[in-house]
């Protein structure tokens, strides 16, 4: 047999340190909030900034509004045209970014501190003072319906749409964020303007920033960037659940290997079991090479190169999704594989071992997330955004760590269905058709 | 957000901030080197308590023998199997304990082992990368599924794509000769027919100190690493007489070369040319750094570059433009343009509108206003990379295992700065030869098949880079 010298030695040695990760709040005059983790050994700071509402409010008949809106903000503003003010993000190195889920809209802003103001002020014109000039809208739809286009021929979009469409039949979560080619090639500017006043509010924003600036000099740089936003007055959208049943939806598509997305219905992250459900899923697909799934359809068969599954709370809806990829001649094989886990797992829960195992892992790996000013300023959003308190860093560890083998069992039993579970295959798997098992 | 067709991940657009390393005359940069050959790198960042371990081997898919296409990176996935004191699957567990995250990849010119953790934990790592450089235990039950597991890693990146298959078939145009035309991941038909004993055989040559190099980035003392590496490493024996690495050169190109692939799955057709173009070299950086800033003014932004401005804004005939150029490699490389073309226009109009660019750029040479906004990112560049240790210990590595220096890499910022626009015109004149060139085209069949998407999600599929392939 072969010995273990190595693993003994790493029993010894005690858990990490936690990162010193000091979050303060910044109340602007404005009455704007924010958390900012000061850190000054690198010239330039990052701000993160999230919207709450995102396309989900899109109607449907303007379904992707929200998204090609997100697309122009940086394609003219104030007296800027889409060249020039990409030439002005470069002379001051600025790095903006935008982007549009259902769930909200976000912006980055990392800049350097010797251009901190002027970065502000460019990155305010896009948020309150876009244009929408019709050449320009012109040519990003273009992009959009190309886009479109492209996704329509992506095994793994075809399948993530087609599993959003069965689980959300009468939600906009069903459809697609981007729109349809329809929808959007009737998207007008006024749809644009009222997707912006509507998706940019300066009530419904969580920010936050790492790096190079003090609270000081924070609060009235966000009054600048943020304070001539309006209030929002949107209606808010509905909870929605998983209506899909169990069984398999075959999507043919000319593609050796079968793109194969699974799930179910999942735990909202304010879910009292929502921490025994994350220990779970790390046993069974998450990240790393030694969860069950990966173990068995991977590492034991060489079914496919990987899988894994992951809690995907919305803020709307939570579902447990997996994925993995397989030749035709193999997915039945694996699915039926993924199956017999579920049903082992809901039946019997899992081991001491695995127990320990992840919680080391999810505990040891949460220090090593705050790496870098946009990460940093991210997850401050993130916590924000889910009703977390500005306190919570140092007391996650233990969460995980208060987690009891009975907690995963009745966790396991509760949320992990076999009979409830659907597989989306697209590809021209064989021996599978789309029907309930 | 800006929005752009989905073409990433066959393109493998280099961003001026990949190219563009830590800040110069770096006092956070420390070497040495064990009796043993083994090179170190050194590089400290104390903001939080983490450390990055890395290991590179001067081998990847270039250095291959002759009909074993692959077997670099089938032994990347075999180094997770067991070892003498390790069982299979024990390598990685034991790294998961720790809470860190490990994984490896492999290119053409090199292959890499990481693991990222607290920094209390980089004895273990140590200890436990040094024990697999030299004492691998595979036996063919191991073989045989991870063998199924790489032919499925290809079906998910390049039998399911067409942009890689077009990528694939691009560069065995371009390289008659030079291994590079041999994809990384091998052919299929090598891939699966690779063996154990080619495994070990490999690994036996290349999987050495003198052969390899240990970075560690991160909350670190250097004179610690080195006395840990000393300990761990210092007793790994050398491969005798390595061979310089010495690969088939490319035959004079006389004719330019083309190829038209057409796939169903193609959504937006393009065309993309491909140059071959001379690599970054150790002590002679200064034509490399003019390709670099090159590629830029060509096709580095949909705004401001002289393509995107001009065929994506201004003239409206284009949905995405880019180019691209890789200075990182042990031999020539590639200087790269692509153009795709709005649905109204053709791959032969879309052709056109790419060489009377390419003229442009040689007739009317660079905005020097552009130029300076070019010379601002760079710089800045240098701050904003400091963020990411990973990134920082990845950009050494890929220089070192590239036939680069230490030195090459503090000095790059300066050289990059230094270009002028006679620089960046003359090498536009050496490199824009049609007989250096390969053009092809990807598009559809004349009468598509529809593929039925009526539902949607908002997933974004993050394109892959065909550069390197990981375990």
């Known amino acids: 047999m072969i010995p273990r010298l190595i693993a003994p030695l790493a029993f010894l040695l005690p858990l990490p340190a936690l990162a010193a990760v000091e979050i303060q709040e910044v109340v602007t005059p404005g009455g704007i909030t924010a958390w900012l983790v000061e850190e000054h050994s690198i010239p330039f700071t990052s701000i993160e900034i999230q919207f709450d509402g995102g396309a989900n409010e899109d109607t449907p008949e303007s379904r992707g509004a929200t998204y090609l809106m997100m697309g122009l903000l940086e394609e003219g503003a104030g007296d800027m045209d889409a060249r020039a003010f990409a030439e002005a993000e470069e002379s001051l190195a600025a790095r903006l970014s935008f982007d549009a889920s259902n769930d909200s809209v976000t912006v980055g802003l990392s800049f350097l501190t010797e251009y901190r103001d002027e970065s502000v002020d460019l990155m305010r014109a896009a948020l309150t003072d876009p244009t929408f000039d019709p050449d320009a809208v012109e040519r990003v739809r273009e992009q959009v319906l190309a886009g479109l286009a492209s996704d329509a021929r992506d095994p793994n979009e075809i399948a993530s749409r087609t599993f959003s469409a069965l689980s959300f039949p009468s939600h906009p979560y069903g459809t697609a964020m981007k729109g349809t080619p329809e929808t959007v090639a009737a998207l007008s500017i006024d749809d644009l303007r009222r997707a912006h006043g509507r998706a940019l509010t300066r009530d419904r924003v969580h920010v936050g920033v790492a790096g190079d600036i003090t609270a000081e000099d924070l609060a009235p740089l966000l009054d600048r960037l943020l304070g001539d936003l309006p209030e929002s007055d949107s209606a808010d959208v509905p909870q929605v659940e998983t209506v899909l049943d169990g069984g398999v939806t075959v999507v043919d598509y000319p593609t050796p290997q079968s793109v194969v997305l699974f799930g179910h219905e999942g735990v909202e992250f304010d879910d009292p079991d929502y921490f025994p459900a994350f220990v779970l899923n790390q046993v069974l697909g998450g990240s790393g090479f030694d969860s069950r799934l990966m173990t068995e359809v991977r590492e034991k068969r060489g079914l496919t190169y990987g899988i894994g599954t992951y809690l995907a709370p919305r803020d709307k809806t939570a579902q447990l999704l997996g994925q993995f990829a397989s030749s035709n001649d193999k997915a039945a094989d694996a699915i039926e594989i993924v199956r017999a886990e579920w049903a082992r797992l809901a039946e019997n829960g899992i081991t001491k071992e695995e127990l320990d195992a992840a919680k080391t892992y999810l505990t040891g790996a949460y220090p090593l997330r705050f790496d870098g000013n946009s990460r940093i300023a991210g997850i401050l959003v993130g916590m924000q955004s889910i009703g977390l308190p500005i306190d919570y860093i140092p007391t996650r560890n233990d969460r995980v760590e208060a987690v009891t083998l009975e907690d995963v069992k009745r966790v396991a039993a509760r949320l992990l269905d076999p009979e409830d579970l659907h597989f989306v295959v697209v590809g021209q798997p064989e021996g599978l058709e789309t029907g309930s098992f | ?471």
Do not use: C
Request: hydrophobic share 40%; proline share 6%; charged share 25%.
């Open chain 2, 1 to 471: 957000m800006r929005i752009r067709p989905l073409i990433a991940a066959a393109v493998l657009p280099l961003a001026l901030a990949s190219q563009v390393p830590a800040q110069a005359m770096d006092d956070t940069v420390t070497t040495f080197t064990l009796p043993n050959g083994m090179d170190a790198i050194v590089i400290e960042d104390h903001r939080a308590p983490v450390v990055v371990h890395m290991v590179w081997y001067n081998v990847g898919s270039a250095d291959e023998p002759a009909g074993k296409s692959g077997i670099a990176h089938f032994l990347e996935h075999l180094m997770f199997k067991g070892t003498d004191e390790l069982a299979p699957g024990e390598f990685s567990q034991t790294v998961a304990a720790q809470g860190g995250s490990d994984n490896a990849f492999t290119s053409d010119d090199y292959t890499g082992y990481f693991q990222r953790v607290a920094a209390d934990r980089l004895e273990l790592m140590m200890e436990m990368e040094a024990d697999r450089m030299r004492d691998l235990i595979l036996d063919d039950e191991d073989m045989l599924t991870e063998r199924d597991v790489v032919l499925e890693e290809r079906a998910q990146r390049t039998d399911s794509n067409p942009g890689a298959l077009f990528g694939e078939m691009r560069n065995a145009t371009q390289y008659m000769n030079h291994p590079y035309g041999i994809p990384i991941i091998g052919w299929k038909h090598e891939a699966e027919a690779l063996t154990l004993q080619d495994a070990l055989d490999f690994y036996e040559v290349f999987y050495a100190p003198n052969n390899a190099t240990l970075i560690v980035a991160g909350d670190v003392d250097p004179a610690e690493v080195e006395a840990l590496a000393l300990k761990h490493y210092g007793p790994v024996a050398p491969t005798p007489d390595l061979q310089d690495r010495v690969r088939p050169s490319e035959p004079p190109q006389l004719a330019p070369r083309r190829l038209t692939f057409e796939d169903e799955r193609v959504s937006n057709p393009y065309v993309m040319r491909t140059y071959l173009a001379p690599e970054r070299d150790a002590g002679d950086q200064e034509t490399a750094a003019a390709l670099t800033i090159l590629a830029e003014i060509l096709g580095g932004s949909s705004a401001t570059s002289l393509m995107g401005r001009t065929l994506e804004q201004e003239e409206g005939v284009a949905l995405y433009t880019s180019a691209f150029y890789q200075g990182t490699r042990y031999d020539d490389t590639q200087f790269g343009v692509v153009v795709m073309p709005t649905p109204d226009r053709t791959l032969e109009q879309a052709e056109a509108d790419m060489d009377r660019m390419l003229a442009r750029v040689i007739e009317e040479g660079v905005d020097p206003a552009q130029l300076e906004r070019i010379r601002t990112q760079i710089r800045a560049a240098s701050i904003y990379e400091r963020d990411s240790l990973q990134g920082r210990a990845r950009e050494f590595g890929t220089a070192i295992t590239t036939g680069l220096t230490v030195q090459d890499v503090l000095d790059w910022p300066d050289i990059l700065a230094a270009v002028t626009e006679d620089d960046i015109i003359a090498a536009a004149r050496d490199v824009f030869k049609l007989n250096n060139s390969v053009t092809g085209y990807l598009s559809k069949p004349p009468a598509p098949v529809e593929i039925s998407a009526d539902a949607a999600t908002d997933t974004d599929t993050d394109g892959e880079t065909t550069t390197e392939v990981g375990q």
